[in-house]
């Protein structure tokens, strides 16, 4: 298992736009990566799940993952949140 803590950087953020990059990217790894939001745990692969999360800019999310390509599905989205998602 792999899991890291990431802090929203992007002013408006996590909106359709990002949730959308995010599902997209996470649906790339054969290994299931969740967001933890206090205490609430989503499928990264959902855009419908990660906007009930309603991160706004500067929430802290746990990334986890769970498999054989874990540590890359974490990392991977670690550096597009803490990119602020190519939108600023």
Excluded: C
């Excluded at 599902?23 to 990660?50: C, H, M, N, W, Y």
């Excluded at 706004?56 to 974490?74: F, M, N, Q, S």
């Amino acid at each position: 298992m792999a899991e890291k803590t990431v802090t929203i950087q992007n002013r408006h953020g996590l909106h359709v736009r990002p949730a959308t990059q995010l599902a997209e990217l996470a649906g790339k790894f054969k290994s299931p990566v969740t967001i933890v939001k206090d205490g609430q745990e989503v499928s990264a692969r959902s855009i419908i799940e990660l906007l009930t999360l309603a991160a706004a800019h500067g929430t802290e999310l746990r990334i986890k993952a769970e498999g054989p390509d874990a540590a890359e599905a974490v990392d991977a989205i670690q550096k597009l949140i803490d990119g602020r998602f190519g939108l600023e």
